[in-house]
């Protein structure tokens, strides 16, 4: 059952599920313990802004994220919290100035109100098994 995102004057399900990447694609993912930080990073970032994680797996250059997000937040203001505050602890805690930026400006996002979370989770959650 979807469950909906509530405050006292908006009942909302907004679902975004995102696809983005690192700078040339590095394999950044691959670094030991950099996706474990990335994954709390994510948490934390999100419990601040109300934006629920439904579902998040990294492969070893691109993470897929899942999201139930509040109707004031859209796409774009999400990727922006996400990536202007992962990148530079990421960089500082594992990259020690190897890379200017972490991560590239584009990302893929799609709405998933359409599909059910069962099958966008399922989905998501299957990339660890069958290579990406």
Excluded at 6 to 35: Q, T, W
Excluded at 116 to 132: A, F, I, N, Q, W
Aim: glycine share 10%; aromatic share 10%; proline share 5%.
């Amino acid at each position: 059952m979807m469950e909906n995102t509530r405050n006292a004057a908006v009942r909302s399900m907004v679902r975004y599920h995102f696809v983005f990447c690192p700078r040339y694609r590095r394999k950044v993912f691959l670094i030991d313990g950099l996706e474990t930080r990335f994954k709390e990073l994510v948490a934390q970032i999100c419990g601040q802004n109300g934006i629920g994680i439904l579902d998040m797996e990294c492969r070893a250059d691109y993470c897929h994220l899942f999201v139930s997000a509040p109707p004031d937040l859209g796409p774009g203001d999400i990727m922006r919290l996400i990536k202007r505050q992962t990148g530079p602890v990421l960089k500082r805690e594992y990259l020690r100035g190897k890379c200017p930026q972490l991560w590239t400006r584009g990302y893929l996002v799609s709405t998933a109100s359409s599909l059910p979370d069962r099958l966008v989770s399922e989905y998501v959650g299957s990339l660890k098994t069958r290579g990406g």
